[in-house]
């Protein structure tokens, strides 16, 4: 499939980091930005490589995880359009902390480290949407350290599906991940995650389709994962 992007002037709609800029200065953020297209498994970037680029989403999904020396993985978050990555190695002009996989086919806009900075220095407010990512990730991964405490697998399995629903209000939701990909997510062995998913399948909660799993209860999956409902 022919991945398409939007037009030039409104490639930064959306994205909170740059919403408060004026239309000359995103303009010059798009200009010095490049295109970018992700095919599904394909790695954006790997732990420990040089921190070069921002990386604007603007299709698709993203996971972010670690690798431990034995090879296991742990995903620490799915990252989906307007959002952005790797901004925490642009600041500190560190290595990539995490690795990043497209789970979905991606779109995305890489701005180099120097224009990130020169954009930083001269728009304060673009610091202050930068300081308000890293204090959005650093809320994200505390209440994954809580979940790991206060949460059971199967809790655990239900709070990462209401995730990956996103906004939905759908009545059916579609999420197309493997299995092992969503072991990595829940933090559980592949077993111990199907016989969660088999259980919320006999209580009508989803369904699975080869690799795909169609939510059709996210309340119910909500109540399971100790959410508030909205």
């Given amino acids: 499939m022919e991945v398409r992007l939007p037009e030039p002037g ?3 709609t959306g994205v909170e980091m740059f919403a408060g800029l004026e239309p000359e200065v995103r303009q010059r953020v798009i200009a010095a930005a490049v295109p970018r297209t992700y095919r599904k498994g394909q790695l954006l970037f790997v732990e420990n490589d040089p921190g070069e680029s921002l990386i604007v989403l603007r299709r698709g ?15 620490l978050s799915v990252i989906r359009p307007p959002d952005v990555l790797g901004e925490v190695s ?11 996989e497209a789970i979905e086919d991606c779109s995305a806009l890489a701005l180099s480290r120097g224009a990130f900075m020169e954009l930083v220095h001269s728009n304060p407010r673009i610091l202050d949407a930068v300081m308000r990512s890293l204090g959005a990730l650093i809320r994200r991964l ?4 809580a979940d790991h405490v206060f949460l059971d697998l199967p809790g655990r399995v239900a709070k990462t599906l209401v995730r990956l629903a996103g906004e939905s209000q759908a009545p059916m939701i579609t999420i197309e991940l493997n299995q092992s990909q969503l072991a990595e997510m829940a933090g559980g062995s592949r077993q111990s995650v199907n016989q969660a998913i088999g259980s919320f399948a006999n209580r009508g909660w989803l369904r699975t389709e080869g690799r795909r799993i169609v939510v059709t209860d996210v309340a119910a999956l909500r109540r399971r994962a100790g959410m508030n409902d909205r």
């Fill in 10 to 12: 409104d490639a930064l």
């Fill in 61 to 75: 999904a993203v996971a972010v995880f670690r690798t431990s020396p034995t090879g296991e993985r742990a995903v």
């Fill in 90 to 100: 642009l600041l500190d002009a560190s290595t990539r902390s995490a690795s990043a």
């Fill in 142 to 145: 505390t209440e994954q350290n």
